[in-house]
């Protein structure tokens, strides 16, 4: 089964063979889940939504374009779906009267934390939802201007400042 | 001298601004811009150094469960089945080669002469004299009924054999 490529496991998966769609998972879980944590900084929200991502690209099986890569594709719709969940949150969080967002994290309150990774981890977290997902599509998916703008179905220029101000901010709390 | 924004550096950090020999350029002769660029450069490997964290509840999708095939039914099954079909129609022409050298009428005579002492072996028995004993009537087997019998000891076997992985 190791030999086997994502396109053979993906046809195969198309023909209802469930053990290959199980070998993806296998292959891409941990990625998935590490766009999902970076992006929410918490673990068992970041597994729930490795879950969901894997349920939809299931579903989407049949409209996957073979000559593209499986693993980008399917991490690109994880940055998607916590962008669209986190987006969620925050609709209902402002609609919350006892939301008080002074209870955010913030870096300056958390210095107890040992690891620098952690540190980075939570000011990814800490940033506006739009920017997250442009840092986690360039940083993490390498992807260029164009192809986030494509993505996310914004402008380029959104792209670049964006990035600029999320830089600029994580820049300022990792100091 | 007029310095590069932060926004092209930015760009130029990732690989985006157009015109990258002319950054270069200031780059080399303007210390201020350099040490923005190397602050941004620190931020962009802090960034990639994140390590990748393992996952501690792997992915189930009961979505997947509910498509499962039925258990009987493996690729195995299905691939020692194909070959068998195949084996057969391969041996096919062969037999039909083969079948008109074998000499069938000894094969007729030898079923005749197992038939008469079949028939010999019943009259003999019907011949037995048990006064003691109320009189059994043998029931008298035909060919067709034999046949029926010899199917249905070959169905059964199949049945079993292959009701044999079920049954484990």
């Not at chain 2, 190397?38 to 150094?49: K, R």
């Not at chain 2, 068998?84 to 083969?98: E, K, S």
């Amino acid at each position: 089964m190791n030999a086997l490529t994502d396109r053979d496991l993906i046809l195969r998966a198309r023909h209802g063979d469930t053990e290959s769609f199980g070998e993806l998972i296998m292959r891409y879980q941990t990625s998935v889940f590490n766009v999902c944590y970076r992006m929410t900084h918490e673990r068992r929200e970041a597994e729930d939504l490795t879950q969901e991502v894997f349920l939809r690209v299931y579903s989407r099986l049949e409209a996957f374009d073979l000559d593209r890569e499986f693993g980008p594709w399917v991490r690109r719709a994880a940055v998607n779906l916590c962008l669209n969940h986190l987006e969620g949150q925050k609709v209902t969080a402002e609609l919350d009267d006892e939301h008080d967002s002074g209870e955010t994290e913030q870096p300056e309150n958390i210095y107890e934390a040992r690891e620098r990774s952690e540190l980075i981890r939570i000011a990814i977290a800490a940033l506006p939802v739009q920017y997250k997902a442009v840092v986690e599509l360039r940083h993490y998916q390498e992807l260029s201007y164009d192809e986030i703008a494509l993505e996310l179905k914004i402008p380029v220029s959104d792209v670049k400042s964006h990035l600029f101000r999320a830089r600029k901010i994580l820049a300022e709390k990792l100091k | 001298m007029k310095h590069l924004t932060d926004e092209l550096l930015n760009e130029y950090l990732d690989h985006e601004a157009e015109d990258r020999a002319g950054i270069e350029e200031h780059l080399s002769t303007c210390a201020d811009c350099a040490s923005r660029l190397a602050d941004l450069e620190a931020l962009f490997a802090e960034l990639d150094s994140l390590p990748e964290m393992p996952i501690s509840r792997p992915v189930v999708i009961p979505l997947a469960k509910a498509y499962a095939l039925p258990r009987w039914l493996t690729w195995t099954a299905a691939v020692q089945s194909a070959i068998a079909l195949a084996a057969i129609i391969i041996a096919i022409p062969f037999l039909a080669d083969l079948l008109p050298m074998i000499d069938t009428r000894s094969l007729v005579d030898l079923a005749v002469e197992a038939q008469s002492q079949w028939t010999g072996f019943l009259d003999s028995l019907s011949q037995v004299q048990m006064p003691s004993i109320p009189e059994i009537p043998i029931a008298e087997f035909s060919s067709l009924m034999m046949a029926l019998a010899g199917v249905s000891v070959l169905w059964l076997l199949g049945n079993g054999l292959l009701l044999k992985n079920q049954m484990k």
